[in-house]
């Protein structure tokens, strides 16, 4: 198996961006944050979905008493999300400086073991100083089900 047959291309998120863009953008390729590039096109970050929700929706009081939650608490404790009005905010405050990348030859155990350090579900495939693309769990899952004809 090889990276190069489960990368998924994506854009990259910029700054200024808003995190509609950011959002829109993981949604369509299905990952969970997408590499933070300077002006010069350095990969300095990355944007993840679920730190965007942890900073912007769900304090932690909340995670930590999510099992005394409500079933109305959600759409009444959070106004901006309801009213779309995260979504036309920068990404730029939500940005993640560690960034976790693989090269195209690594072993896909190694991928496994970097998302695993780094408590996510991608990284980013860098052929040198190119940015290739992501490697998701679930894609290397799907992979192995085709390996295998499962």
Request: with cysteine; glycine share 8%; net charge neutral.
């Amino acid at each position: 198996m090889k990276l190069m047959d489960v990368v998924v291309p994506t854009g990259v998120v910029l700054p200024g961006m808003k995190i509609g863009d950011a959002f829109r953008e993981c949604t369509i390729h299905n990952v969970g944050g997408l590499p933070y590039c300077n002006a010069e096109g350095n990969i300095v970050g990355r944007f993840s979905l679920r730190h965007t929700f942890k900073c912007l929706c769900v304090p932690d009081d909340m995670a930590h008493h999510a099992h005394l939650l409500g079933d109305r608490i959600c759409s009444e404790s959070t106004p901006e999300v309801v009213s779309g009005e995260i979504l036309n905010m920068t990404v730029d405050r939500y940005i993640i400086e560690n960034v976790a990348t693989i090269t195209p030859s690594s072993p896909v155990i190694k991928a496994l073991s970097i998302m695993e350090k780094f408590n996510s579900n991608y990284i980013f495939l860098l052929d040198g100083e190119r940015y290739v693309g992501v490697i998701t769990r679930m894609a290397i899952a799907g992979l192995l089900l085709k390996y295998h004809k499962f």
